[in-house]
Nanobody
Framework: QVQLVESGGGLVQPGGSLRLSCVASGSFFRINVMGWYRQAPGKQRDLVALIASGGQTNYADSVKGRFTVSRDAAKNTVHLQMNSLKPEDTAVYYC???????????WGQGTQVTVST
């Protein structure tokens, strides 16, 4: 069983920055992929950014050049640095992880990010 705990959400003005963090704990040997999805009200949950154990990254087109995903493997932690935030980035951000070669998605409880004046 995998537990994911997010932190770092909040309210920020357009053009501002936030850094999200997620720590994984529980019964697993290796995290294969870890990253972030988001869900705005009335919309589906969409990929934001993922990072694999080898360091490969994948970003949604809407965040390329503004968001950076990074990982501290020793601490089972993933970060999302979000710069130049826009109102359309407002959503609940969910940490996601796949472990031990399984395709099962493990999810955190979510953290709210609101971009508004």
């Amino acid at each position: 069983q995998v537990q994911l705990v997010e932190s770092g959400g909040g309210l920020v003005q357009p053009g501002g920055s936030l850094r999200l963090s997620c720590v994984a704990s529980g019964s697993f040997f290796r995290i294969n992929v870890m990253g972030w999805y988001r869900q705005a009200p009335g919309k589906q949950r969409d990929l934001v950014a993922l990072i694999a154990s080898g360091g490969q990254t994948n970003y949604a087109d809407s965040v390329k050049g503004r968001f950076t995903v990074s990982r501290d493997a020793a601490k089972n932690t993933v970060h999302l640095q979000m710069n130049s935030l826009k109102p359309e980035d407002t959503a609940v951000y969910y940490c996601n992880a796949k472990v031990d070669g399984h395709l099962y998605n493990n999810w955190g409880q979510g953290t709210q990010v609101t971009v508004s004046t």
